[in-house]
């Protein structure tokens, strides 16, 4: 049964850069596309990127395009979400989470789409 687990948030400061990872347990990732969510204090949960199987193709959310790189390592089950230029609006619990084969464009995902697979998410706060 896959599992997910997010890790690499923390407190940094504006400007600054963190990599998440978003590990597989139990299942191998290669017919899986991943999607990353974000979700502040008093808010929706909201997509930020994707990645599909195969072609790895991308997506990304308007507010981090430029700034936030999704790419996979199949050999080590994991998916990683670079994120350089941070800023306090990027505050949030980030968590991972699958869907069947592709991303669903080149837009930001959407949580109904994705399997509700999801890991306990790790914390990035963004503050001087």
């Known amino acids: 049964q896959l599992q997910l687990v997010e890790t690499g948030g923390g407190l940094v400061q504006p400007g600054g850069s963190l990599r998440l990872s978003c590990a597989a347990v139990?299942?191998?990732?290669?017919?899986?596309?991943i999607g990353w969510f974000r979700q502040a204090p008093g808010k929706e949960r909201e997509g930020v990127s994707c990645?599909?199987?195969?072609?790895?193709?991308?997506g990304y959310a308007d507010s981090v395009k430029g700034r936030f790189t999704i790419s996979r390592d199949n050999a080590k089950n994991t998916v990683y979400l670079q994120m350089n230029n941070l800023k306090p609006e990027d505050t949030g619990v980030y968590y991972c989470?699958?869907?069947?084969?592709?991303?669903?464009?080149?837009?930001?995902?959407?949580?109904?789409?994705?399997?509700?697979?999801w890991g306990q998410g790790t914390l990035v706060n963004v503050s001087s």
């Open positions: 139990g299942e191998t990732l290669d017919f899986y596309a």
């Open positions: 989470a699958p869907k069947w084969y592709y991303c669903s464009g080149s837009g930001p995902p959407t949580v109904n789409s994705f399997l509700d697979i």
């Open positions: 990645i599909s199987s195969g072609d790895d193709t991308t």
